[in-house]
């Protein structure tokens, strides 16, 4: 199994551009799967990673409804 890497409250708020308490909230409420290892939270990757994944909106469709540019049948 490959060893996973860890990062700090810090880096994921700086990654994100968010507050580090943004973060920690996150961590509290359970949407973040975090690890206390005494000096702080740790965030693997791969959590980081599914957090993102499940946060990320709905790629753009082609047709964009009613008022989109395929309204009139046109490209």
């Known amino acids: 199994?490959?060893?996973?890497?860890?990062q700090t409250v810090r880096q994921v708020a700086?990654?994100?551009?968010?507050?580090?308490?943004t973060v920690r909230h996150w961590i509290k409420?359970?949407?973040?799967?975090a690890i206390n290892i005494g000096k702080g939270w740790r965030?693997?990757?791969a959590d980081l990673n599914d957090f993102l994944r499940l946060h990320?909106?709905?790629p753009r469709?082609?047709?964009d409804g009613p008022a989109g540019p395929d309204a009139e049948g046109k490209p």
């Open 29 to 33: 409420l359970g949407r973040l799967r």
């Open 56 to 58: 990320q909106t709905a």
């Open 43 to 45: 965030i693997a990757n």
């Open 61 to 63: 469709e082609h047709n």
């Open 14 to 21: 700086d990654r994100l551009q968010v507050a580090e308490a």
């Open 1 to 6: 199994m490959p060893q996973d890497q860890y």
